[in-house]
């Protein structure tokens, strides 16, 4: 449809209904409109799988690594890929928008939801966001970039004001969503927090740069709630306020036009963006054709099972990795995540995986019947106990496999039940009448014990088993952030102790009360077992194996949308096991399974250390293939990984009085560590394969072409044994600037493929953004002449070629472009 033609449909429209398309009609919908022929548009979490608009987990979704391991593979089609993937599974659950990417950067590593975002570098970030853009929007899908702007942490998020420079705002947090402008994203979400004095909804920045200097076409779209005015929002070139049906907008934006307080230009501008992007997404007129083929589930899977082994990273290796299944005769595996993987984050982005193959059940698959393979969990990790679900609970009406969830009046009359697989309920069935939510399950222990059982919700709540009261009280809610109040409520606990000789029933109620939400959570946890024995036992069992593979890695309390990590230290007793286990056997590989970066006391005590981020729903299949070599760790660093939080430059995510000052300014990650003069644990980029390389040469234009970019090519050797890949990575730097600069910053990276002594050249494309700087005196971007430092290598810390180019003033640009004169004409006697 044209623009003319979209233009004549909002002439068809009234104010009243104009305002009524500029909130959504429910939590995830917005309004469809008959009179102009526009259907409703569903929108769904998130980056790492689609949801659907149902917290219900019998309505499963495919779960992708998270985006941290999508940054880490370095490889743009792969990510593009992915993102097909991801408008595969919207389409095939109606919905049309995806809410992702995530753009914010890994500003500290103490961010709860450092998993969500890339990378801590704008240019990365940027690049691989473009990527599963692209992916997503190539079959009708709308992608969301989100949270605009420097929304990098979690802590105070709903208030916070950040406080950051012109300059910085340009080069390093608003560098990706230009990104993903360029990109052609159909939307970009406004985050919770203010930037330089203006909550986002309302803020300048969604005017200029957003929708004037870069030309963004799209919706803005409010982050759920966030927009908490009338006036100030409609003029801030805000688009969409979600979720509906109430807000702030409404029929308080009519009466603001009829006012003249709010232009009707204002509206219609708004109303237009509503509809290009209905029409986009095939909801505006006749109803376009599914582009995105049959479902090949098999295909999808070996997908996700690559992109495991594409994303993992290997930081250590003493020789160890792989692993030849022919000399193995006994292999331990190690530690709680081998069977309990943490395979997403926590917050509103989760999702329900059709399935999960654990790293033990890999492991096993992989090696077969010839190979014994022993399990060994080693200590508690101290986290708080697990939801109930059918894998040890049966329905106590129906005697199967799950719970039970009614629905009560205030008399104590059943008005709904229903069965149910888990004990976290985030939206149970509400109907007319409903006073009390209540869950209950026939626990069957494995263990005798005090036993820890936990409800989580707000108001009133009781929790009994076999009858006897355990928790009972009232528990008023303290926070209007939605992923507590909606999705992760705190727990009230209580311990019982049991026997296995019988199972036990489990009573667990919440009321209903206004602005309390409906979420319930129910949990239980088996004794704790001796820490010390448990590493004992898991310390004999590496010592009688031939090779000990050893699983650790965060937990959800520890890595999660609402709340800031306090540490980067393994929760429990996981490093002294990883100690024991690596003392009791050599061949000891340590994978961490991890969103973000932890401490790693023990990293040259162990042969192997790999990096498998939370991998997703194909987490045991894809870690099976890198530890015995059927597919190359091909992950590098997204962020830099330091030895312990006292070192990290940046860690600050507490405001002070509602502000959170960036005075780091351009310098965070790898940039923080160079300006600092400190070394980390493992630089950003870093990541080793099953082979190894040598850098012999780079060449550069001596003089930058007039568009402002270049090609570094760099030429490099396969060393080793067997075919690998390698990233390649240039970085810029600027001695003697006339402004202030990082020490160096990453302009462009290639991946290259080689056979074992073949020589491969690397072409890296330097775009003329790289070598720009903002100037807040003219409000424009310059770019300084004179020499250039290009530094070509592995990661940020390991760069074994340098070379210089050139940048010509402006005058002398105009005049190197200009045609050479033609020769005098020669006159004939």
Known sequence: MTEEERARLLDKLDLGQKARLLTGSTTWRTRPEPAVGMGEMTSSDGPVGVRGEAWDERTTSMLLPSPTALAAMWEEDLVERLGSLLATEARRKGVHVVLAPTLNLHRSPLGGRHFECFAEDPELTGRTGAALIRGIQAHGVAATAKHYVANDSETERLTVDVRVAERVLREVYLAPFEAAVAAGVWLVMAGYNGVNGATMTENPLLAEPLKGEWGFDGVVVSDWGAVRSTVATAFAAHDLAMPGPESPWGDALVQAVREETVPLETVDDKVRRILRLADRVGVLGVARPDRTGPARPGDDRELLRRAVAAGSVLLRNDGVLPLEPATLRTVAVIGAHATQPRVQGGGSAGVFPHHVVSPWEGIRSALGEGTRVAHAPGPALGAAPPPLDRATCRDPRSGTPGLLVRVLDAEGHELHAEHRFSGRQMEPFVPPGAHRVEISALLEPATDGEWTFGVGGFGRMSLTVDGRPVIDGTFPRETDDPAVVHVNPPCQYGRVRLTDAHAVHIVASRELAPDTGRAILVTAG?????????I?????AARNSDAAVVFVGTTENSESEGHDRTDLALPGHQDELVRAVAAANPRTVVVVNAGGPVELPWREEAGAVLLSWFPGQEAGTGLADVLFGRAEPGGRLPTTWGAALSDVPVTDTAPEDGVLEYAEGLHIGYRAW??????????????????????????????VPADGSLTARVRIRNTGGRRGREVVQVYL???????????RWLAGYAAVEADPGERVAAAIRVPAHALRHWSEADGAWRTESGVWQVLAGRSAGELPLTATTTSLS???????ALPAPLPAARVRP
């Open 526 to 534: 088996p004794p704790v077992p001796d820490p010390a024995s448990a």
């Open 536 to 540: 004992a036992e898991a310390a004999e």
């Open 674 to 703: 160079l300006r600092a003069g400190r070394t980390p644990a493992y630089w950003f980029g870093h990541g080793l394969g099953y082979t190894t390389w040598e850098y012999e040469r780079l060449d550069l234009p001596e003089v």
């Open 733 to 743: 730097a600027k001695p003697g600037s006339a402004v202030e600069r990082p020490v």
């Open 810 to 816: 402006p005058a002398r640009r105009r005049e190197s």
